[in-house]
């Protein structure tokens, strides 16, 4: 029987690419699964054909504190505690350099990658402190790990400070048995690519990750036991340099 049969599990930015393909995953192994997205019309269409019974749509802007306190009570208030939250939800902008990005653009960035991590966290923590239980996976990239210009001065500067946020949850929550991981992904085809400032041909597309490998890797930092904590996972796809 899977590890993962009957936990709670939140996923954000589940309404396309990564996020559908990670809820969908875990619904698949036997959770019951919230799908946050901004869309409730995206959501509707990510969990189509699932089992109705362990599938929760709600809309949310993860960037919205009182919104995302509201979606936790009212997650704990029909399924009890949170035992894995997946931060998903992500965006970038154009044009992306230091001088140029849109202080509005940037702010966005920030606050949907980071605070909304945090955001999501902070919800989450006093249900899995009382269980002394949790594990909170992150997706980050390999611009979290080293600053891309092709990424953005805003999107690499999120996604370094969403590690940060990884490394200060496993050695503050320790005592409670809570785990985070940080999955640091290479390029992946999902439809934020169609920010880019160029556009991605599909020969291109063709050798990058595809959403479902990020979700079977997200399953295996959920699945492995409470002795075990992986805080940082870097995946890429086999042609992408990384040094």
Not at 4 to 11: I, M, P
Not at 38 to 65: H, I, N, Q
Not at 171 to 195: D, F, M, N, Q
């Given at each position: 029987?899977?590890?993962?049969?009957?936990?709670?599990?939140?996923?954000?930015?589940?309404?396309?690419?990564?996020?559908?393909a990670?809820?969908?995953?875990?619904?698949?192994?036997?959770?019951?699964v919230?799908?946050?997205g901004?869309?409730?019309?995206?959501?509707?269409?990510a969990?189509?054909?699932?089992?109705a019974?362990?599938?929760?749509?709600?809309?949310?802007?993860?960037?919205?504190r009182?919104a995302?306190?509201a979606?936790?009570?009212?997650?704990?208030?029909?399924?009890?505690?949170?035992?894995?939250?997946?931060?998903?939800?992500?965006?970038?902008?154009?044009?992306r350099?230091?001088?140029?990005?849109?202080?509005?653009?940037?702010?966005?960035?920030?606050?949907?990658?980071?605070?909304?991590?945090?955001?999501?966290?902070?919800?989450?923590?006093?249900?899995?402190?009382?269980?002394?239980?949790?594990?909170?996976?992150?997706?980050?990239?390999?611009?979290?790990?080293r600053?891309?210009?092709?990424?953005?001065?805003?999107?690499?500067?999120s996604?370094?400070?969403?590690?940060?946020?990884?490394?200060?949850?496993?050695?503050?929550?320790?005592?409670?048995?809570?785990?985070?991981?940080?999955i640091?992904?290479?390029?992946?085809?999902?439809?934020?690519?169609?920010k880019?400032?160029?556009?991605?041909?599909?020969?291109?597309?063709?050798?990058?990750?595809?959403?479902?490998?990020?979700?079977?890797?997200?399953?295996?930092?959920?699945?492995?036991?409470?002795?075990?904590?992986?805080?940082?996972?870097?995946?890429?796809?086999?042609?992408?340099?990384?040094?």
């Amino acid at each position: 029987m899977s590890a993962l049969v009957d936990k709670v599990v939140v996923v954000t930015g589940a309404g396309t690419g990564i996020g559908e393909a990670v809820a969908r995953g875990f619904v698949d192994a036997g959770a019951r699964v919230v799908f946050v997205g901004r869309r409730t019309e995206k959501l509707v269409v990510a969990a189509d054909g699932l089992d109705a019974e362990r599938v929760m749509l709600r809309s949310c802007d993860v960037a919205d504190r009182e919104a995302v306190d509201a979606l936790a009570a009212e997650v704990a208030a029909e399924w009890g505690t949170v035992d894995i939250l997946v931060n998903n939800a992500g965006t970038n902008s154009n044009p992306r350099a230091v001088g140029e990005v849109d202080p509005q653009d940037w702010d966005r960035t920030i606050a949907i990658n980071l605070t909304g991590v945090y955001n999501m966290i902070r919800a989450v923590l006093p249900g899995m402190r009382a269980q002394r239980d949790g594990v909170v996976i992150t997706v980050s990239s390999i611009a979290g790990l080293r600053a891309s210009k092709l990424a953005g001065a805003a999107y690499s500067a999120s996604k370094h400070g969403a590690v940060a946020l990884t490394h200060s949850l496993n050695e503050e929550e320790v005592e409670y048995g809570i785990r985070a991981c940080a999955i640091c992904p290479g390029e992946v085809e999902t439809p934020l690519l169609e920010k880019r400032p160029e556009p991605v041909g599909a020969e291109r597309r063709a050798t990058m990750l595809q959403p479902e490998e990020l979700a079977s890797t997200a399953l295996f930092v959920a699945s492995l036991p409470p002795r075990a904590c992986v805080p940082v996972l870097v995946i890429k796809p086999t042609v992408q340099v990384f040094q």
